[in-house]
Nanobody, 119 residues
Framework: VQLQACGGGSVQTGGCLTL?????????????MGWFRQPPGKEREFVAR????????YYADSVKGRFTISRDNAKNTMYLQMNSLKPEDAGVYYC?????????????WGQGTQVTVSS
C-alpha cells in the first residue's frame, strides 16, 4: 500500500486548506482511513477518521466543527477539508490506512504534508 498526502501549504489564521490522500496498492474500500498531525516539537496526534464506506466519521475535539473528513472510493482518495484554521493547527499532517481485518492501530502511513498557519 502507498499513501500520498498532498495539499499542505501556508495560510493565515482563519484560512482554509484541503488535504488529499491518494491510496494505491490494495482495495481502498477495505480500509478505514485516518488523518493525524504532528505539531512542531510535539507528539503525533489524532485528527479524524472515516470508515470504509464513509458511513462513520470521528473527530478530535480540537477540530470538531472546523474540519471535515471525506473519501471517494471511486477515486481511491481521502480528503480533509480544514476551515477556520488556527496557529495550533500547524504541523505535518499524515494520512493512514487501517485494514478491515486489523484489531487496532493503523497499518500504513503516508509521508506527510506540511501545514503552516500564521497569526
Amino acid at each position: 500500500v502507498q499513501l500520498q498526502a498532498c495539499g499542505g501549504g501556508s495560510v493565515q489564521t482563519g484560512g482554509c486548506l484541503t488535504l488529499s490522500c491518494a491510496f494505491s496498492g490494495r482495495t481502498f474500500r477495505s480500509f478505514n482511513m485516518g488523518w493525524f498531525r504532528q505539531p512542531p516539537g510535539k507528539e503525533r496526534e489524532f485528527v479524524a477518521r472515516i470508515s470504509r464506506t464513509a458511513g462513520s466519521t470521528y473527530y478530535a475535539d480540537s477540530v470538531k466543527g472546523r474540519f471535515t473528513i471525506s473519501r471517494d472510493n471511486a477515486k481511491n482518495t481521502m480528503y480533509l477539508q480544514m476551515n477556520s484554521l488556527k496557529p495550533e493547527d500547524a504541523g505535518v499532517y499524515y494520512c493512514a490506512a487501517q485494514w478491515i481485518g486489523s484489531s487496532e492501530g493503523y497499518d500504513y502511513w503516508g509521508q506527510g504534508t506540511q501545514v503552516t498557519v500564521s497569526s
